[in-house]
């Protein structure tokens, strides 16, 4: 059972960075997608970056530059990197992870980390 741990959130001003961290324990399989998702109260959630073991990442907003995603394959980790900060960013940012057991994908979920961009 793959268990993802999320870490990095807080507080920060506008126009400051962040690095957020997910770690899966469990892992068993190599073939696999990492994505972050993020959910501010009253909207659904929605994919800011996802990354495959192969390193093809993919944005949902390609125009704005500000987040990017990456991976470290040895110690079963995913990082977002996000810049410039705005408050519009404020949710809980949620790291996710789908394996393929060969003939199958198997979703997981972390259980979230909350962004605040305020002064």
Same mark, same amino acid.
């Given at each position: 059972?793959?268990?993802?741990?999320? =870490?990095? @959130?807080?507080?920060? #001003?506008?126009? &400051?960075?962040? $690095?957020?961290?997910?770690? +899966?324990?469990?892992?068993?399989?190599?073939?696999? =997608?990492? @994505?972050?998702?993020? #959910?501010?109260? &009253?909207?659904? $959630?929605?994919?800011?970056? +996802?990354?495959?073991?192969?390193?093809?990442?993919?944005?949902?907003?390609?125009?704005?530059?500000?987040?990017?995603?990456?991976?470290?394959?040895?110690?079963?980790?995913?990082?977002?990197?996000?810049?410039?900060?705005?408050?519009?960013?404020?949710?809980?940012?949620?790291?996710?992870?789908?394996?393929?057991?060969?003939?199958?994908?198997?979703?997981?979920?972390?259980?979230?980390?909350?962004?605040?961009?305020?002064?």
């Amino acid at each position: 059972q793959v268990q993802l741990v999320e =870490s990095g @959130g807080g507080l920060v #001003q506008p126009g &400051g960075s962040l $690095r957020l961290s997910c770690v +899966a324990s469990g892992s068993i399989f190599s073939i696999y =997608s990492m @994505g972050w998702y993020r #959910q501010a109260p &009253g909207k659904e $959630r929605e994919l800011v970056a +996802a990354i495959t073991n192969a390193g093809a990442a993919t944005y949902a907003d390609s125009e704005t530059g500000r987040f990017t995603i990456s991976t470290d394959n040895v110690k079963n980790a995913a990082y977002l990197q996000i810049e410039s900060l705005e408050p519009e960013d404020t949710a809980v940012y949620y790291c996710n992870r789908e394996e393929y057991d060969g003939s199958r994908w198997h979703d997981y979920w972390g259980q979230g980390t909350q962004v605040t961009v305020s002064l």
